[in-house]
Every structure is written in structure tokens, then in C-alpha cells.
């Protein structure tokens, strides 16, 4: 498994979250690291992204909210969440890709870890 993503499960309105993305190292070292994010009967969707040189993208209806990070030491992602709305329940997918790389759907994907935000 190149891409094992953790950290999801049941919160409440307005609570915090951090999911953790492992991945191999030629995997991490080589790619644009990202969070997507997919609710029942919804596309996919860009939540947050981070290149190798360390800059950020994020999709605005979690700027400031969501934080991306990379651990280049551990080879891990990660994507904290706060104020968290029950809008944001969703799997989390974590997603490696070269630069070139356009399509929705595009590069390697990990298993998914579900975020459920109710009270």
C-alpha cells in the first residue's frame, strides 16, 4: 500500500479533526500531496493541497479551517480540521500526483477514511 490514510470517525459541530496520509517514500518525495473528499451522491472534490516545495491550495470553503501539512522526515500528510460543519462529512481520500497531472481523478489514490460531523 503506497498511501494509508487515518484519522477519520465522528465529531461534533464546531469540534477538530487531524487525518494522517503515510506513504511511501518515492511516493511522497516525487509528488504534489493532497486531501479530497467525496459525500454520498457528490463528485469528488479538491479539499486542500500541498506542493513540494511546501505552498498551499485549498478549496474555499475550508480556508480557514483546514491546514495542510507534510512531515518530509516521516513521509506523511496531514490535514487538520477545525470548526468542522456537518457539510464537511465525507471519506477523506488522500492523493499523490505529478504536477502534470490535471484530471479529477488522476495519480494514486489511498483507501479513504470517513469524517462524520453531528451531534
Known amino acids: 500500500v503506497q498511501l494509508q490514510a487515518s484519522g477519520g470517525g465522528l465529531v461534533q459541530p464546531g469540534g477538530s479533526l487531524r487525518l494522517s496520509c503515510a506513504a511511501s517514500?518515492?511516493?511522497?518525495?516525487?509528488?504534489?500531496m493532497g486531501w479530497y473528499r467525496q459525500a454520498p451522491g457528490k463528485q469528488r472534490e479538491l479539499v486542500a493541497r500541498?506542493?513540494?516545495?511546501?505552498?498551499?491550495n485549498y478549496a474555499d470553503f475550508v480556508k480557514g479551517r483546514f491546514t495542510i501539512s507534510r512531515d518530509n522526515a516521516k513521509n506523511t500528510v496531514y490535514l487538520r480540521m477545525n470548526s468542522l460543519k456537518p457539510e464537511d462529512t465525507a471519506v477523506y481520500y488522500c492523493n499523490a500526483r505529478k504536477p502534470w497531472v490535471t484530471t479529477l481523478l488522476g495519480g494514486s489514490w489511498g483507501q479513504g477514511t470517513l469524517v462524520t460531523v453531528s451531534s
Open positions: 517514500g518515492s511516493i511522497f518525495n516525487n509528488n504534489n
Open positions: 500541498i506542493l513540494g516545495g511546501g505552498s498551499t
